[in-house]
C-alpha cells in the first residue's frame, strides 16, 4: 500500500491529524503508567505472610482496672480456649500481621556497630510456630524452658541483669540472608541495640512483619517471651477455615464468663484483617481501572468521530477512485492504513510521554521504573482499539458505490 | 441577536443528537472527575487556622544524645519529657502547648453504658486559646490547673452525646483509666482538617497520610495530670534507648512530646530561634544532648508542608482527572471541529447572504458554550456523586468531602472555560470556511 496519497491528505487536515494524535499520546502515556500502578498495587496486594491465613481468628481485650496476676489469668484463659470445639491451637502474641500495632527492634551483627543494620519485627508469645502455621526450615523451635515473663524481661532491662532476658530467637529466611549472606545462621549471634544478645536457633522460612513493609516485609524475628493480656496481649487461635465464626463466637462468650471486667477492643480473623489492611490499593486500584476503560473509550468514540466526518468529507473522491478501477478492498485499507500511521505517531509520542510520566512518579512517589514489557503492550492495545474504531466508518466508505462520481461534479 | 444564536445552537445540537450526547458526556465526565478529585484536595489542603496559622510554631531540637544512631540531619518530630518541660516552662513565648496523645478506657460511672476506649489529648491550658477551640459549655482549664495537676478534663461534642446525650457535662465526673476527673468543659463539634496539632512523621509515612485527618481526641486532660493518669500508655515517636517500663517514658531516652508556640511579631519569632539554638548549646555543654545546631522552628503552614499532609494518593488522584479532562477537551475539540466543518454548505450559504466571519464566529461559539453549559450541569451532578463515593470510602477524611460554595462556582467556571477553550479552534476554523468553494459543491 502507497502511503504517499495519505500523507498528502493528511496534510490537507493537519489540524484534526494533530488532535488526534495528541489525544492518542496522552492517553497512551496515561494507561501505561495507570496500568504500571495498578500492577504495583495488586503486587503489594499479593504479598504472602508465611502464616496459616485462613485458620487464624483473633480477640484483642484490655482490661478496665489493672490486675494484679495478670500472667495467671491469661493461662487459665488460654486453658479455657483450648477446650472449645474445633480449636487446634491458641497462643497470645503481641502482634499480628496486618494488625495495627507494631513492635520493632533494631538489629547489629556486631557489638561495636554505630548504626542498626536492619529493623526487624519483634514477636513474641508461647507457641506461636504452631498456631501461626509457620515453617522452620532449619535449626529448632524454642524449648518450654527458654521462655521469659515478659513483666520479668522488663524487670531484668531496668536492673541491666543480661540473664532474666531471652537468649534465643527463630529469624526468617530473610533475616538470615541479610544478615549472613551464603553462611548457615544457626548459632550465629545478633545483637538488639547496644549490647542485647541473642543466638539464633532456627530459621523461619517466611514470616511478614505486622505492618511497616518498606521497612523489610519478611524482616520478623521472634523472641521466647510469654506476655499475658494485661500486658497488651491478642489471642489467637487456630482452627479449620470453615469453624471460624462458630470458634470467635464461643472464644468471645468464654472470655467474657471468664471475667467480665474487660472490653473487646477488637476481633475477627486474620482474613479480614488483610482485607482490611489492603482496601486503601483495592481502591486506588479500582479508580486506575475505571480511569484507563473510561479513556480507552472516549479516545476509541473520538476516532469514531474524526474517521465518519473523513469518510463523509471524501465521499466523492472515493467515488472517483471506485469509478476509475479501486476495489472495495482498496478504500478498506486505505482509512485503515490511515488510521495505523495516525495511532503509531500518536504511539511513539505517548512513549516518551510516558517516560516522562514515570520520571516524576518516581521522583515524586517512590515508585521504580516502568518495565520495557508496557510499552510494546501498550502499543498493541492502541493499535487494536484504533483499528477496531476505524472499522465502521471504513466499511461505510468501501461501501460508496462508484455512480457518486457522477453526481453533482 | 444573542436570541437567535442560542436558537441556532440548539437546533444544530438536536440535529445530531448521538454527537452531542457525546460531546455532553466527554465533557461531564471530565469535569466530574476533576472537580471530584480538587474538592478534596481543597479540602485537604486548606489553612486549618485561618488567619492565625503565621503566629502559630512548632519548636524542634534534636535530644539526641552524643552519637546517637537515630540522628539525622532533621531533628526529631517531637521532644523527649526533660526538653519539652524545660522549653515550655521557660514560658519565653506569647503562648505555648504541649501536646501527646495516648489510647485511654474511659468509663462514666453515672450513666448505664459499658467503658469503651478512647484517645485522650494532654495540652496545657493555652492550647485551647491558640487553635481556637470552640466551647459549647463550661471553658479551658486554668494555667494553675497544669501545675497543681488538676483532675480535671475537657470532652468533645462527639463524647458527650454518647455518654450524656448532649447535656451539659459540666461538673460531671468522668473516670479515665484507674482516676476520676471533673468535666470542666465541652466542646462544640470542632474538626480542625488535617488534625494539625498532632501532625507528626509524614516523612516516615510514604505518602500513606489520610490519618492526619482523623477526628480530633475525646478527652483533653492537663499534661502533667494525664501523665499521672494514663501512665503506662504513651507511646514513644522514636527511642534511642529502650524504655525500661512499657509506657511510662518520663526520663526514658525516647522522643514522645510536641511543643507549639505562638509569637506574635517577627522580632519574638527571631529572640525564639535565638532562645531555642541557647538551649539546645547549654544543654550540649552539659552532655545531655549530642547535636545543638539541629534546632528548627516551623510555621503552622510551613510544617504541614513538611510533613506532606495531603495524602499521595489523593494527589495522584488529582493528576489523573486533570489529564483525563485534557484528554476529553481534545475530544471535544476534534468533535466540535467535525461538527462545524460537516456543516460548511450552511456556513457558505450564510456568509453568502452576509453574515460576517464575527458573526460565524460567535454562533458557533454559543454551540460549543452550549454544550460547556450542558456538559457543566452533568459534571456537577457527577462530582456530586463523586464525593458521595469519596464519602462511602475507608478514610479519616471521608465524612468531610463536600462541596461548598467556592467549589461549586468554579465547577461551573471551569465547564464554560473547558467548553470556550474547545469551541474557540472549530469556530475560527468554521468562520474562515470560503463561501465560493461551499457554495459550487452544494
Not at chain 1, 489540524?15 to 500492577?39: K, M, Y
Not at chain 1, 494484679?68 to 499480628?96: E, H, P
Not at chain 2, 482523623?214 to 534507648?241: H, M, R, Y
Amino acid at each position: 500500500m502507497d502511503i504517499r496519497p495519505i500523507l498528502s491528505t493528511l496534510r490537507r487536515h493537519k489540524f484534526t491529524a494533530c488532535l488526534l494524535i495528541a489525544e492518542i499520546a496522552l492517553t497512551c502515556a496515561i494507561v501505561c503508567n495507570a496500568v504500571f500502578l495498578i500492577g504495583q498495587r495488586l503486587e503489594r496486594m499479593d504479598m504472602t505472610t508465611g502464616i496459616a491465613e485462613h485458620e487464624l481468628v483473633y480477640v484483642h481485650m484490655a482490661y478496665i482496672g489493672m490486675p494484679s496476676d495478670g500472667m495467671a489469668r491469661s493461662a487459665a484463659d488460654v486453658a479455657a480456649l483450648r477446650q472449645i470445639t474445633g480449636v487446634k491451637s491458641v497462643t497470645m502474641m503481641n502482634q499480628i500481621p496486618f494488625g495495627d500495632s507494631s513492635s520493632n527492634m533494631g538489629l547489629r551483627i556486631d557489638q561495636t556497630q554505630q548504626k542498626d543494620t536492619i529493623n526487624s519485627a519483634q514477636y513474641f508469645g508461647e507457641n506461636m510456630v504452631q498456631t501461626y502455621g509457620l515453617q522452620v526450615v532449619a535449626g529448632r523451635d524454642f524449648q518450654p524452658e527458654e521462655y521469659q515473663d515478659l513483666d520479668k524481661v522488663f524487670a531484668g532491662l531496668r536492673k541491666g541483669d543480661l540473664n532474666a532476658l531471652p537468649k534465643s530467637a527463630l529469624v526468617t529466611q530473610a533475616v538470615a540472608n541479610r544478615l549472613w549472606p551464603g553462611q548457615s545462621p544457626l548459632g550465629k549471634q545478633v545483637y538488639v541495640g547496644q549490647g542485647i544478645p541473642l543466638t539464633v536457633v532456627g530459621v523461619l522460612k517466611q514470616l511478614a512483619r505486622p505492618n511497616q513493609f518498606e521497612k523489610g516485609a519478611q524482616y520478623s524475628v521472634i523472641n521466647p517471651i510469654r506476655i499475658a493480656m494485661s500486658q497488651g496481649a491478642i489471642y489467637v487461635l487456630r482452627c479449620a477455615p470453615q469453624d471460624r465464626d462458630q470458634v470467635l463466637k464461643e472464644a468471645l462468650a468464654k472470655l467474657k464468663a471468664l471475667d467480665p471486667n474487660r472490653i473487646v477492643l477488637n476481633k475477627g480473623t486474620e482474613d479480614q484483617l488483610r482485607h482490611n489492611y489492603f482496601r486503601n490499593d483495592r481502591a486506588m486500584a479500582g479508580i486506575l481501572l475505571g480511569v484507563c476503560i473510561a479513556l480507552l473509550v472516549v479516545t476509541a468514540l473520538g476516532i469514531v468521530g474524526l474517521a465518519s466526518f473523513w469518510v463523509a468529507q471524501r465521499n466523492r473522491s472515493i467515488g472517483v477512485r471506485r469509478a476509475l478501477g479501486a476495489t472495495r478492498r482498496n478504500i478498506l485499507s486505505y482509512f485503515q492504513t490511515e488510521n495505523f500511521l495516525l495511532t503509531t505517531i500518536g504511539i511513539a509520542l505517548g512513549m516518551v510521554l510516558a517516560y516522562g510520566i514515570n520520571l516524576f512518579l518516581i521522583m515524586h512517589y517512590e515508585l521504580p521504573r516502568l518495565p520495557a514489557i508496557y510499552f510494546p503492550i501498550g502499543a498493541v492495545t492502541l493499535w487494536a482499539i484504533g483499528q477496531a474504531a476505524v472499522l465502521g466508518p471504513a466499511l461505510r466508505a468501501a461501501a460508496v458505490p462508484p455512480v457518486v462520481a457522477t453526481r453533482s461534479v | 441577536m444573542m436570541g437567535y444564536y442560542m436558537d441556532l445552537a440548539l437546533r444544530s445540537l438536536r440535529h445530531n443528537k448521538v454527537l452531542t450526547a457525546l460531546m455532553v458526556l466527554a465533557i461531564a465526565v471530565g469535569i466530574g472527575a476533576s472537580m471530584t478529585t480538587l474538592t478534596v484536595m481543597h479540602l485537604l489542603s486548606g489553612n486549618p487556622l485561618p488567619g492565625k496559622s503565621d503566629s502559630i510554631f512548632y519548636a524542634q531540637i534534636d535530644a539526641n544524645p552524643p552519637l546517637s544512631p537515630s540522628h539525622h540531619n532533621e531533628p526529631p518530630d517531637m521532644l523527649d519529657y526533660q526538653s519539652a518541660v524545660d522549653l515550655w516552662s521557660a514560658h519565653k513565648a506569647d503562648r505555648q502547648t504541649l501536646v501527646v496523645e495516648s489510647p485511654v478506657k474511659i468509663a462514666a460511672q453515672d450513666v448505664q453504658q459499658p467503658p469503651s476506649m478512647g484517645m485522650l489529648l494532654s495540652p496545657t491550658a493555652d492550647f485551647f486559646t491558640m487553635f481556637n477551640v470552640p466551647f459549647q459549655y463550661g471553658g479551658p482549664w486554668s494555667a494553675d490547673d497544669d501545675t497543681h495537676r488538676s483532675r480535671v478534663a475537657v470532652i468533645s461534642a462527639d463524647l458527650n452525646d454518647k455518654l450524656y446525650g448532649g447535656a451539659n457535662s459540666v461538673g460531671r465526673v468522668l473516670r479515665l483509666h484507674d482516676a476520676d476527673v471533673r468535666i470542666v468543659g465541652v466542646l462544640k463539634p470542632w474538626r480542625p482538617t488535617p488534625q494539625f496539632y498532632y501532625v507528626v512523621g509524614g516523612r516516615f509515612s510514604h505518602g500513606q497520610t489520610a490519618d492526619y485527618y482523623a477526628k480530633p481526641q475525646d478527652v483533653f486532660t492537663p499534661f502533667f495530670t494525664s501523665l499521672q493518669i494514663n501512665d503506662g500508655n504513651f507511646e514513644q515517636f522514636n527511642c534511642w534507648e529502650a524504655p525500661k517500663v512499657a509506657g511510662h517514658l518520663v526520663g526514658a531516652g525516647c522522643v514522645w512530646i510536641g511543643l507549639w508556640v505562638e509569637l506574635g511579631s517577627a522580632a519574638k519569632v527571631a529572640s525564639y530561634r535565638n532562645f531555642l539554638a541557647d538551649y539546645a548549646a547549654q544543654q550540649k555543654a552539659a552532655g545531655r544532648i549530642g547535636y545543638a545546631d539541629n534546632t528548627r522552628l516551623r510555621n503552622l503552614m510551613d510544617w504541614l508542608a513538611f510533613n506532606q499532609v495531603v495524602p499521595s494518593d489523593v494527589r495522584l488522584q488529582t493528576w489523573l482527572a486533570l489529564s483525563f479532562l485534557l484528554i476529553c477537551l481534545c475530544n471535544t475539540v476534534g468533535l466540535l471541529l467535525v461538527k462545524f466543518l460537516r456543516r460548511g454548505g450552511e456556513i457558505g450559504i450564510r456568509r453568502a447572504l452576509g453574515a460576517s466571519r464575527k458573526q460565524i464566529f460567535m454562533q458557533c461559539l454559543f454551540e460549543a458554550g452550549a454544550i460547556g453549559v450542558l456538559g457543566g450541569t452533568c459534571g456537577w451532578l457527577l462530582t456530586l456523586l463523586g464525593l458521595q463515593w469519596v464519602r462511602a470510602q475507608p478514610v479519616a477524611y471521608a465524612d468531610l468531602a463536600h462541596m461548598d460554595l467556592v467549589m461549586f462556582g468554579s465547577t461551573f467556571l471551569l465547564a464554560v472555560l473547558v467548553s470556550l477553550l474547545a469551541g474557540t479552534l472549530p469556530a475560527l476554523h468554521a468562520s474562515r470556511i470560503a463561501p465560493a468553494l461551499q457554495l459550487k459543491t452544494l
